[in-house]
């Protein structure tokens, strides 16, 4: 039952509501350059750069590029997940260790070309939904360019409580040494099972 209380918490999580005001999945997503906060030590320059990002209200993301020290970072980061913890009267945060746990999970599988995975585009969306329902490839529309990878949460997307579900697909492509995000066209597959006389 526990389990089913964060997961829903993470949903709101998600959502951005954890602490009132409005959530930065509303606004329009910063580039990774424009959240790294250089004043500080490199564990703690680039703890807005993924997930964490999707979460913090754009008072907050301003808020944690204005510090100017490591102390107060952390002070900060703190008070960032008290806020958004679902029972304060129980020891520990489930949620934020839910959230932490899928960070590692995604340094381990989607770190690459010296970004930790938590910082990648696949990686962000593997903290903050979990496993996809399924993954598949598709051939990309560009001749010669690497396949699509393609994640189905059409089955979380049913089950999703709350508003603002995660979309039904995500899609992701190979660019130069990262993956990324893909937006273009889709190529429409051959059906392998036509008939080819008719």
């Not at 526990?2 to 949903?11: D, E, F, G, Q």
């Not at 260790?97 to 593997?126: I, K, P, Q």
């Not at 995660?166 to 893909?182: E, N």
Request: glycine residues 8%; proline residues 8%; neutral net charge.
């Amino acid at each position: 039952m526990r389990r089913v209380a964060t997961l829903c918490a993470l949903a709101a999580l998600v959502l951005g509501c954890g602490s009132g005001g409005g959530a930065a999945a509303s606004a329009r997503p910063r580039r990774a350059a424009d959240l790294n906060n250089t004043a500080l030590s490199p564990a703690l320059s680039q703890w807005l750069i993924g997930a964490i990002s999707r979460l913090a209200t754009t008072e907050q993301i301003d808020a944690y590029l204005a510090i100017r020290d490591d102390a107060a970072a952390t002070a900060f980061i703190e008070a960032f997940w008290a806020a958004r913890d679902p029972d304060p009267s129980r020891p520990g945060n489930p949620l934020r260790e839910l959230f932490e746990a899928r960070e590692h999970e995604s340094d381990r599988r989607f770190s690459e070309s010296g970004y930790l995975g938590r910082r990648t585009d696949r990686g962000t969306v593997f903290v903050l939904y979990g496993e996809p329902d399924k993954i598949d490839h598709q051939l990309h529309p560009r001749h010669g360019q690497p396949p699509v990878e393609i994640w189905d949460y059409t089955k979380k997307r049913a089950e999703w409580k709350g508003p603002h579900p995660p979309a039904q697909f995500f899609r992701f492509v190979k660019q130069g040494d990262l993956t990324v995000f893909y937006t273009g066209p889709l190529r429409e597959q051959p059906n392998l099972f036509a008939n080819p006389e008719s």
